[in-house]
């Protein structure tokens, strides 16, 4: 991996103070609207759920205000054979109701009522019961008329403003209910407020954050794009400057020491042939001439396999008819070569950059797979010129990290060429390279 | 319910079948039973005309055979078409009934309510009170197959109400049975009220549009006569609108207190103070309203041990859209509402409930809940689609475990027709052991259903009769115990709605062939123990002189 140092700043500490911006408002959010939450709650048991049941308690008082009246109406009417003394029971019923219902709603209404308030309710009931006592032991007495006085002159009245007041504590009670209605739409609404501004505040907050990111990401992808441009470019100029250098030595090999190793021979054979026959000279002219024979042969061997000059003269296909056979000889590994389809010429740059990918990757056969067989396919496709090396070694990934240079430059050729390298694994296991360029390939620029 | 299905089972005991174990045989026609309830109507939408009738199962002859009365309205004055009458039918003892109203005196018109039976002067011959919209009626049993009016002699005259269930009890124990009377709202025919259910024709109001009425209570001087002691008691209420009532010992001891179902007021349960004086305690009892604190609209109501756990629970019918109440026990005189948990609170929700009863249909040895159904107004499913006029009876059968499942439909297609229920009353007429079904429709025949047992389970009677106690010995209770569990019945007037069953007690023993001991509790006070009785019969008990089995039932 190629380590490089982008100029400006790295947008790691934007990204951050953006995200705690974000978080801050967040959390600051929540603070309040647990707060704001909080107060309703209160106000709703406090207030609300409070009146609520008050004025269940003072409907409570109410129907029982309203029993009485009608009961001191049936003893008005006098249609019933009983004494008044009758009622008493029931009157005494709906009492312990009634005592039962002031004392819970005394206890709800706590907050609201002036003691003074609860003072005057307190008193008129105790004067009523005690207008009730009296009545009933008027009638106790036999004085049954002045019993019904007292129920029309007093008790009727009375329990006329009992109810009254009662009546006033359920106005209270609903206007209270009102009020705290009121609160609680102001906080709702106040609680809207700020979550319109909490939005826009995050809003913003990602947008500039996103806007940053955006930038800086592409920022880095430039930068990305064109170093990957110069490390490209430099081993493509690796490969041109190696491909010329090959190329010159194989050159010079071939012509210059070929001719001199030739013109040496040939002196030789001449100067044997003179030298007289069964002398020492002879014999070892001889054998000078055979070490030169021998050595224009590893010369010129040497120069083929450097730049075989058979693919700049007969094209890929011959040279590749020539090569493999050679390869087999020399690391002993069995290799099946097929051809596929209709061939087509493949001449220049192309050829040499497909020899030397099928030389790199029979290379790695040889020295990293342990593989004793290998597979190569050059296939003429319509438009594609397909070369595959497959073999079912040890396999690619076990050691890939060896590859190194020869990997890069297998990628660089098959770019040089527009075309696209993979290195796959086949089912049997081992690896499989292939390579595939375009019919009508770029004569690009190597030498 | 929790601690019902911790009660002990009963040993060896049937369990509930999948099927009901039984069958409701339509027999009326059948028993020579030719009745139609004329509740007056012509049109004017009176009232009372949509609350009738009653129905009882009494043995008027004392033969040991159940016979039937049935209770009738008539027409309104100035609308006059026909004679109506209550219906008295003897038992012919072969599973038909003689119609036998005319020789026995009970040929009077009146616009008949509810019917409340129980021998007020200890002669051996159970009377008849009969209430009504006006004057209620007592009869006195002469003994010898006729009825004497002793409206007038007994006191009772002179007392125009709206009465609805009434029943016999002996609230100070002097051996004399009392009478309660339930009264209905201030009414009538003049103040009428025009209430309608969609604002153009006029239909039956419920009972808020008029002022309640007090219900009464009377005490048996002993001499023929009666003492309205309504005030003196403490039971005069002018509030309440009642429709039913029940004898209930609430606190155990021994003192009968009175449970009464108001309409639309809170369920009133008085508790017997000893002193002639009772107490109402039906809001701390948890009793007086529904469970949301509600007032519901109170019809029938029946009292019995339905869990087995040895006291006494309560059933309560109510208007439709309100569930009937089934009110459990839970110790200290407080009642629990179990009527959702029990599966009959969202069954009943559609139906409005008056008549009903606590009884063991399948004998099986857990108490069952029979309820006759049928709404009030015949325009009702105008206005809510899902309840009808018509509606059928439901008969919740007791799994035994706490859980209760209408089985109406399998008990016979007759049974199960929809009905303007009303009055409601068990007896075992036939004398095979198990109960069978007298009901009443508003303005409708009446019918009588035969139990017919497939179940092959036993059962087991006792006819009680009480010499220091009344001779009805209402207010008994009679436990019996086998195999570590027990069972209770109570011997009572009133219950149901406007009705009253048979007098003796049933229990159903399932496959066992007898029970361990059976007790005794006296309205005297008086304890008796029997032991090792056989299934399969009647047992007489006279209180303090044994027990003798009849021949079968």
């Known amino acids: 991996m190629l380590r490089f140092h982008a100029p400006g700043r790295s947008p790691t500490a934007g990204l951050i103070l953006g995200l705690i911006i974000t978080l801050a408002a967040v959390v600051a959010y929540s603070w309040y609207i647990t707060r704001q939450i909080s107060g309703l709650r209160e106000l709703q048991n406090d207030l609300v759920d409070r009146n609520r049941k008050d004025s269940l308690q003072l409907l409570r008082i109410q129907n029982d205000l309203n029993s009485l009246g009608l009961a001191m109406r049936d003893m008005l009417d006098n249609d019933e054979p009983y004494p008044l003394t009758a009622w008493s029971a029931q009157f005494q019923r709906i009492r312990s109701d009634l005592d039962d219902a002031l004392r819970r709603e005394e206890q709800l209404a706590v907050a609201r009522q002036t003691p003074e308030q609860k003072q005057v309710l307190r008193n008129s009931l105790a004067q009523f019961w005690d207008a009730v006592d009296r009545m009933f032991l008027l009638a106790q007495n036999g004085k049954e008329k002045d019993a019904r006085a007292q129920i029309r002159l007093s008790l009727q009245a009375r329990q006329a403003a009992l109810s009254t007041a009662v009546s006033r504590l359920m106005v209270q009670n609903s206007e209270s209910e009102e009020q705290a209605a009121l609160r609680i739409r102001q906080i709702y609404d106040r609680v809207q407020h700020q979550v319109y501004v909490l939005l826009s505040a995050t809003l913003i907050a990602i947008f500039l954050t996103s806007v940053y990111l955006i930038r800086s990401n592409r920022r880095l992808f430039a930068q990305l794009a064109a170093l990957s441009e110069q490390r490209s470019e430099l081993a493509q100029k690796l490969i041109s400057t190696q491909e010329s250098t090959l190329r010159y030595i194989s050159r010079e090999l071939h012509d210059e020491f070929g001719q001199i190793l030739t013109a040496i021979g040939s002196m030789l054979s001449r100067a044997g042939n003179q030298s007289p026959e069964g002398s020492p000279i002879r014999t070892e002219l001889r054998e000078v001439c055979e070490i030169a024979q021998n050595t224009l042969e590893n010369v010129r061997s040497l120069s083929q396999a450097l730049h075989p000059v058979m693919l700049d003269e007969s094209g890929l296909e011959s040279t590749l008819d020539w090569y493999i056979p050679m390869v087999e000889r020399q690391t002993g590994i069995a290799i099946s070569y097929k051809k596929i389809g209709a061939p087509f010429p493949v001449n220049g740059n192309p050829a040499v950059h497909v020899y030397r990918v099928l030389q790199e990757a029979l290379n790695n056969v040889a020295r990293h797979s342990g593989a004793r067989e290998a597979l190569v396919r050059l296939q003429f496709l319509a438009d594609t010129l397909q070369l595959e090396v497959e073999d079912h070694g040890s396999g690619f990934v076990a050691h890939s990290s060896k590859q190194g240079i020869g990997l890069v430059a297998m990628r660089e050729r098959a770019e040089l060429l527009r075309g696209a390298i993979e290195f796959l694994k086949p089912p049997e296991g081992g690896t499989l390279v292939r390579l595939r360029i375009p019919r009508d390939m770029p004569d690009s620029h190597v030498t | 319910m929790a601690s019902a299905s911790a009660l002990p089972r009963l040993d060896g005991w049937a369990p509930t079948s999948p099927t009901a174990g039984f069958g409701l045989v339509d027999v009326t026609l059948q028993a020579g039973i030719q009745f139609h309830h004329n509740s007056g109507a012509y049109g004017g939408k009176l009232l009372p005309e949509t609350l009738g009738s009653g129905c009882a199962f009494l043995d008027y ?83 010898k197959g006729t009825f004497l009016e002793v409206t007038r002699s007994s006191g009772l005259a002179g007392r125009q109400g709206f009465s609805t269930s009434a029943l016999w009890f002996d609230f100070d124990r002097d051996g004399l049975l009392d009478l309660f009377v339930c009264n209905y709202v201030k009414w009538s025919p003049e103040h009428d009220v025009f209430c309608s259910l969609d604002a153009k024709h006029k239909s039956y109001c419920t009972p808020e549009a008029y002022r309640g009425e007090t219900c009464w209570l009377f005490r048996n001087r002993g001499d023929g006569t009666f003492e309205d002691v309504t005030a003196k008691s403490g039971l005069f209420d002018s509030s309440s609108k009642s429709l039913g009532a029940a004898i209930v010992d609430y606190d155990r001891d021994g003192w009968p207190d009175l449970l009464v179902a108001n309409d639309t007021q809170p369920n009133k349960l008085y508790r017997n103070m000893h002193d002639g004086t009772f107490k109402d305690v039906a809001v701390e009892a948890g009793i007086a309203f529904s469970a949301e604190g509600k007032a519901r609209a109170g019809m029938g109501v029946d009292v019995a041990d339905f869990n087995n756990s040895g006291t006494v629970g309560v059933a309560i019918t109510n208007f439709d859209n309100e569930m009937t109440g089934l009110y459990r026990a839970v110790g200290n005189g407080i009642y629990e ?39 009030i107004d015949e325009t009702v499913r105008n206005i809510r689609g899902n309840v009808g006029y018509a509606q059928p009876p439901q008969f919740f059968l007791n799994d035994g475990k706490g859980k209760f499942r209408d089985v109406a439909s399998e008990l016979g297609t007759e049974f199960n027709q929809p009905k303007v229920g009303r009055g409601l009353a068990y007896g075992d007429f036939d004398r095979d052991g198990d109960l069978d079904i007298l009901m009443t429709t508003n303005n409708g025949p009446a019918f009588l259903f035969r139990n017919d047992q497939s179940s092959g389970n036993k059962s087991i009677r006792f006819r009680l009769v009480g010499t220091k106690s009344n001779h009805d010995a209402i207010g008994a209770a009679v436990r019996i115990f086998h195999g570590g569990g027990a069972q209770l019945r109570l011997v009572k007037s009133g219950s149901s709605y406007l009705s009253q069953s048979e007098l003796p007690v049933t229990f159903g023993l399932g496959r066992q062939d007898g029970i361990e001991r059976a007790v005794i509790n006296w309205p005297s006070g008086r304890v008796e123990e029997f032991k090792s009785l056989a299934a399969g019969r009647t047992y007489e008990c006279v209180e303090g002189k044994g027990i003798t089995p009849l021949t079968g039932f």
């Open chain 2, 337 to 375: 509402d179990v009527s959702m948990q029990a599966g009959i609170g969202l069954a009943s929700k559609n139906s409005l409930g008056f008549g009903c009863a606590f009884l063991d249909g399948n004998l099986d040895g857990a108490l069952d809940l029979l309820v006759a159904n049928g709404h």
């Open chain 2, 61 to 143: 002859d004392g033969d040991g055979w159940q016979d039937i009365i049935l209770i009738n309205g008539m027409d309104w004055p100035g609308h006059k078409r026909q004679r109506t009458t209550l219906r008295l039918y003897r038992n012919n003892r072969n599973g038909t009934f003689s119609d036998v109203t005319r020789k026995a005196g009970l040929d009077v018109e009146v616009y008949g309510m509810g019917v409340a039976v129980g021998d007020y002067n200890n002669d051996g011959f159970p009377d008849i009170l009969v209430t009504s919209v006006g004057q209620n009626r007592l009869f006195r049993n002469t003994g």
